[in-house]
């Protein structure tokens, strides 16, 4: 199923299986005991443990842990066995998420302040980093149920990750703070699946094949399908942040007002006109603070006026359709289970929230 | 032959009719290969295949799976055709006396040529970069050189985060030459993984950066060198490797090469001697056997004069680059048999079996064109005729059957079979010789037009028979005029030998069994034992061993009336080759000797068993001289590449071009680009193969 | 010769190879403003397969050289636990991201074999839960308490735990003592938190005698012991 889907039809008769968020919520609350577990037993050091407890109790959707987990069963382990770096995985997310709000300037977080704006950045940093170090200590005691090989693998795995994740960081920032204008749909693939698609699809898959298959399978078998489903996700989100007519526990259009390069301002920006194209160039070339709703009012319109939404969305069409033949030839093999319907059903899952 | 494979696969669904009209009796062209006495094997010259040929190994391993899948095919599976080898050599005068022979092992790579690759998977130019910096590391790391100052071993010099700054990573290496006397090869080899690794990290920003570091690097490094290894000359392959190694370096950045649009084409302007001479290499290192070998095995001489030395910077720089760093499985491989026997006989089998016609015995005379003016891309024109010799009609109308079996394999014979022609006795008798240039004999003549017998063209004539065939297109159309003016060929010469002893025997200890930078005219030598089971002796030799080198020009062109001209060349290279034998080649085989200092003659392996004794005896073996115009060997000399056409070009809406000589992505002259070639014209006439599927098109 | 039937080659899309490709070089790479649905979908799909095939090949060049490796440690840590602060230490000068700890572990077999002893706990497990569960046990013995040393002498700190006080409190000492009053006691020990234990840094002038010294870490508040510290101070 590779082609040319509407969007109407799309939503029509491709509906999420509901195997998709019985899961989420099965292995969502899996994870959290074990994140409590690794919370509750911190040192309640002054000055940090709150703030390092905040993000994780504030719960999510916890899609890459169940990512992990349901791969893990798919390939034949437990979910006592994947349910440590399943921790792992979203204890990551969450310091990540501390830093991202820092440098996005994001004031809400799941329907709250964010970490920075109610403890200071200095303090939010320090307790992301902590919570960096925390979400390692369950990939360390992995080695008591998985064996020393299997957990340095799971490590080895996860520092590729972080590197990609770094880089990934790294340009984006780069873009933004150097003013980039000649960002291509090339560069932001490139950067999608470094900064997101590397740590929310195809990180959380890879351990769950090396815990299912023993680190017999390998783990390159589903960075193809990680990368489509983990693009097609970021710029739904993306697009999210421009058009959803009700707050969803971040601030609308803040994506705008960072500049973000998405694939909507490139689109707009190629397809605009000369003297168009001058203003965005000027918008880009202003700090945060400097930019007004005015401005980001005419912006969110120009992208509406030269179909950059509709070209986004059919961008993510297409990597979905991409992400469901790289399932196939990654899973396919697989007998039917519960798990495998519930990697496929993820392709649809992540249009639900438009 | 490739662009008939590719036009007449099942995928088109017989869209295309194709019909492959040869001159004379074998398909193959500078590849073909014969049998004489005694089914030995002879060839035009020397061919191996080297591990990077991914579009002639695709194809070869298609053709091959196709056969075996069709029941049992004669020719086996294609890895009995193909065997890797891992060693090559350099054996060439020593610096003071004597000679000094150069062993290199290239260790295996993963995969086989061939397999599937993706766009991606291929090593961009700073990949590439990389990889020469680690080949460099790697050969200083082996040498054997003892600390100076006896200091603990250095601290590392670089911590994760200094690679994204290159200001402090040129501190970092500023501090390690800054420390004078460096405490051995550890620490140079440290100092080129920053480089690498900086290369690596490349954005184009910091280029200049890094040519600044290259740069200091290279000078560090050269003065370390010249003092610690060139005295030795053990290593002195080290030192010149790593001469050449630091110069590709600094000119890569030099001339921005890695961020310019035109990949390694920006330095095709450039002769590869002298763009490595101003990126600071050294004399000692441009004459060395390396560079040496590097011509010898591209035939890089214009005319033949190996004192005109010729080979465009870039082509040679990406060449290189794929020989080493871009082979599979290992570095090259030879075939079985001969060349006819091993590629061209199961191709043509395959494409009879899918319904390609074959007409033999057709030369090529003249490609007409519609009427009209001047010829350009934007004003384009058609081929409206194609008129040819027909040599030879076949004895009742049939089609011609070319292959006759030897050890149980169909191969191609040296001669036609005139028992297939009308008046074959008469022609046989008169010794008509269907690939000679210089004989123009013909039973007929035939020519087909535009719309009623055929619709498009592949013209697969090699580049020196173009002025003859195409004359009507060079009057019109001032690219192709340019073009058969820039791109140049050269003759070759050839002989092999078929010996009662075996190479370990006559003092040679291999491997490894393919050498080059030899003494002229025949530097490259490659021994063939294997192929003698293939043969069909009935007492085999121990050996044989095919040598090759470029054959010299005469000082004017042969007139096209000269009938005897082969004839003449072909013997001067048996005196050469007589020569070559009774004296140089000493230096190679001590063992084949005798006490007197002459050459064992006596082991020339004859079939007749009635041969003479002597020098005389060579008249048993097989030389000749390659001096047809197309079987002349393409050249790329600075500055040609441009004046190149793709098989993509445009200028004629039902034609399309074929061969090494074309711009074809890897314009040099070996069966890669051929076949490369070949796949474009497909694409040119069907869209088929996909420009991304043909390996190594895109590429710096 | 009928022109209109005579067949004509279809010009091929593109003519020439693409050398050298960057990201965000030639904007033709990029599909038309007026493409069409397919043309887009077609191109976005064959971009995502270049985009995630050139991370695979560079992943693998990443990963043969992490496993040539040449981070230089080459210090033998003396105290196992003392790592846990020599990990934070990395993170800090690793200017990226916290996680190239994974990769210093991952290379150094000395951080590797600490490391492993680190994670054992040094208490069987209570048997509280199921045999080989989810976690091991944790927090029954307390905090771990590590050392690490200044000055020129070469001293080794004697693993041990520190009782949990349940909330967050400041910890005082008075310094370590030797059992033999004659030996000057060491006075400057500051402590430190971090994610995993608690810090003794602990300064050793030049001439102190070799020997054993103790001492209490209190909470600064109420006073109460939390645990000891042991040093071995060598000759």
């Given amino acids: 199923m590779h082609g040319r889907i509407p969007a109407d039809a799309r939503r029509a008769g491709f509906a999420t299986p509901d195997v998709v968020p019985e899961l989420l919520r099965e292995y969502g609350a899996a994870t959290r005991r074990a994140v409590e577990h690794y919370l509750a037993a911190e040192r309640p050091a002054p000055y940090l443990h709150d703030l390092l407890t905040d993000y994780p109790r504030r719960g999510g959707k916890m899609m890459r842990p169940a990512i992990c987990i349901a791969n893990a069963r798919a390939f034949g382990a437990r979910l006592e066995d994947a349910v440590r770096s399943a921790a792992a995985i979203e204890l990551l997310h969450n310091a990540l998420l501390i830093h991202d709000d820092i440098e996005d300037g994001s004031d809400l977080r799941r329907g709250r302040p964010a970490l920075h704006k109610l403890h200071g950045i200095p303090r939010a940093i320090n307790a992301g980093d902590a919570l960096l170090l925390l979400a390692l200590r369950p990939l360390l005691d992995n080695r008591g149920a998985l064996g020393q090989p299997l957990s340095l693998r799971i490590l080895e795995q996860t520092q590729a990750m972080a590197r990609e994740t770094a880089e990934g960081q790294a340009l984006e920032l780069g873009w933004r703070d150097g003013g980039a204008t000649d960002v291509t749909e090339a560069d932001y693939l490139t950067m999608v699946l470094k900064k997101t698609a590397w740590m929310a699809t195809i990180w959380p898959a890879q351990i769950g094949v090396l815990i299912g298959g023993r680190g017999e399978t390998d783990p390159g078998r589903v960075v193809r399908f990680g990368f489509f489903l983990g693009a097609t996700f970021q710029i739904l989100d993306d697009l999210l942040n421009l058009t959803a007519d009700r707050a969803y526990g971040k601030e609308l259009n803040g994506d705008l007002y960072e500049a973000k390069r998405t694939l909507m301002l490139i689109h707009a920006r190629r397809t605009c006109g000369d003297g168009e194209r001058d203003q965005i160039d000027a918008f880009l070339a202003l700090r945060r603070e400097e930019r007004t709703p005015g401005q980001i009012g005419w912006l969110a319109g120009l992208m509406a006026r030269l179909g950059s939404i509709d070209y986004a969305r059919t961008v993510a069409e297409a990597l979905a359709g991409a992400a469901e033949h790289e399932f196939a030839l990654a899973y396919g093999h697989l007998p039917p289970s519960p798990d495998k319907d519930f990697i496929a059903g993820l392709i649809p899952w992540v249009f639900e929230r438009i | 032959m490739a662009a008939a494979f590719e036009l007449s696969r099942p995928a088109h669904q017989g869209r295309f009719a194709v019909t492959v009209y040869q001159e004379g009796w074998r398909l193959g062209g500078k590849g073909a290969s014969g049998r004489g006495p005694s089914g030995r094997i002879e060839e035009h010259g020397l061919h191996v295949w080297l591990g990077f040929y991914d579009n002639a190994f695709r194809i070869m391993r298609d053709c091959y799976g196709e056969l075996a899948a069709g029941g049992d095919s004669p020719f086996g599976d294609w890895r009995e055709a193909f065997l890797p080898d891992l060693d090559i050599g350099l054996f060439s005068p020593a610096e003071r006396q004597g000679w000094q022979k150069w062993a290199a092992h290239f260790p295996p790579r993963p995969g086989l040529p061939g397999d599937p690759t993706t766009k991606a998977e291929m090593l961009s130019l700073a990949g590439y970069i990389e990889r020469a910096i680690g080949l460099l590391r790697a050969l200083l790391l082996e040498c054997d050189v003892t600390i100076s100052g006896g200091a603990a071993a250095p601290a590392p010099l670089w911590a994760p985060g200094m690679l994204s700054d290159p200001a402090r990573l040129l501190d970092a290496v500023q501090a390690l030459l800054g420390r004078g006397v460096f405490s051995g090869a550890a620490v140079l080899a440290e100092a080129l993984a920053l480089l690498g690794v900086a290369i690596r990290m490349v954005p184009a920003l910091f280029e200049s950066a890094y040519l600044r570091l290259a740069e200091r690097v290279s000078a560090g490094l050269r003065g370390w060198l010249e003092d610690h290894l060139l005295a030795d000359d053990r290593h002195r392959h080290v030192w010149e490797i790593a001469d050449l190694v630091l110069a590709i370096l600094v000119g890569t950045f030099r001339f921005g090469l890695l961020t310019d649009q035109r990949g390694l084409d920006a330095i095709e302007d450039y002769e590869c001697r002298d763009w490595l001479r101003l990126n600071g290499a050294s004399e000692r290192a441009l004459q060395s056997p390396f560079v040496r070998g590097l011509y010898d095995l591209a035939l890089a001489y214009e005319a033949g004069d190996p004192d005109r030395p010729s080979l465009a910077a870039g082509q040679a720089l990406r060449g290189a680059l794929r020989m080493f760093f871009g082979y599979r499985g290992a570095l090259y491989w030879r075939l079985r048999a001969g060349m006819g026997d091993v590629v061209f006989a199961p191709l043509y089998v395959a494409l009879r079996r899918r319904g390609v016609r074959f007409r033999f015995f057709h030369r090529l005379t003249n490609v007409g064109l519609a009427p009209g003016g001047a010829v350009a891309p934007d004003r384009p024109s058609h081929v409206a005729t194609l008129s040819f010799d027909v040599q030879a009609q076949i004895c009742g109308g049939r089609d011609y059957e070319p292959l006759v079996p030897v050890a149980g394999r169909p191969c191609w014979p040296s001669r036609p079979d005139f028992a297939q022609l009308e008046d074959g006795a008469r022609l046989a008798a008169q010794g008509w010789d269907f690939e000679s240039h210089w004989d123009r004999r013909r039973a007929g003549a035939r020519t087909l037009s535009v719309t009623q017998d055929f619709d498009l063209v592949v013209l697969g004539v090699s580049i020196g028979a173009i002025p003859h065939v195409c004359q009507e297109i060079l009057a019109r159309d001032a690219r192709w005029r340019r073009m058969t003016a820039a791109v140049k060929t050269v003759a070759s010469q050839a002989f092999q030998v078929w010996l009662d002893e075996d190479l370990a025997k006559l003092g040679w200890q291999g491997p490894p069994y393919i050498v080059s930078a030899f003494l002229k005219p025949f530097d490259s030598w490659c021994d063939m034992a294997h192929v003698i089971p293939e043969e069909g002796w009935a007492a085999r030799p121990r050996t044989c061993v095919y040598f090759c080198g470029v054959l010299r020009d005469e000082p004017d062109a042969p007139d096209d009336g000269d009938v005897l001209y082969p004839q003449r060349r072909a013997e001067e290279v048996r005196r050469a080759a007589v020569a070559f034998l009774a004296d140089p080649a000493r230096h190679l085989w001590p063992g084949a000797y005798d006490s007197a200092g002459g050459f064992r003659w006596e082991m020339l392996a004859d079939a007749t068993g009635e041969g003479p004794a002597g020098p005389a005896r060579f008249g048993t073996q097989y030389w000749r001289a390659n001096v047809n115009p197309s079987d002349r060997y393409v050249l790329n000399p600075p500055g040609s590449s441009k004046h190149r056409i793709s098989p993509l070009d445009m200028s004629y809406d039902n034609l399309t071009i074929a061969g090494d000589w074309t711009d074809c992505g890897f314009n040099e002259g070996c069966v890669e680009a051929a076949i490369m070639s070949g796949r474009l014209a497909a694409h040119a006439l069907s869209g088929l193969p996909a420009l991304e599927d043909i390996i190594g098109y895109d590429h710096p | ?235």
């Fill in chain 3, 1 to 235: 010769m009928n022109e209109h039937e005579r067949i004509r080659r279809a010009p091929p899309g593109r003519a020439a190879p693409l050398r050298n490709e960057w990201p965000g070089a030639p904007a033709d790479h990029q599909p038309p403003p007026d493409a069409g649905l397919e043309e887009v979908i077609a191109h976005t799909v064959r971009l995502g397969y270049e985009v995630i095939g050139e991370n695979i090949r560079q992943g693998r060049i990443a990963a043969d050289r992490f496993s040539a490796g040449d981070y230089g440690v080459r210090d033998v840590p003396r105290d196992l636990l003392a790592l846990s602060s020599r990990m934070l230490q990395l993170s800090r000068d690793i200017s990226t991201t916290a996680f190239d700890i994974c990769g210093a572990i991952l290379r150094d077999p000395t951080l590797r074999a600490a490391v492993q002893r680190y994670t054992a706990p040094p208490n069987p497990a209570p048997a509280s839960g199921p045999a080989g569960g989810p976690w091991p046990g944790q927090g029954a013995a307390g905090v771990p308490l590590t050392y690490a040393f200044k000055g020129t002498r070469r001293a080794v700190g004697m693993p041990g735990w520190l009782r949990g006080t349940g909330q967050p409190s400041l910890l005082s000492t008075a310094g370590l003592w030797s059992p033999d009053p004659a030996l000057p006691p060491l006075r400057q020990v500051a402590l430190s938190a971090d994610a995993f234990a608690i810090i003794a840094t602990v300064t050793i002038p030049d001439d102190q005698p070799a020997g054993t010294y103790s001492g209490v870490v209190s909470d600064a508040l109420t006073h109460q012991p939390l645990g000891a510290m042991t040093v071995q101070v060598e000759a």
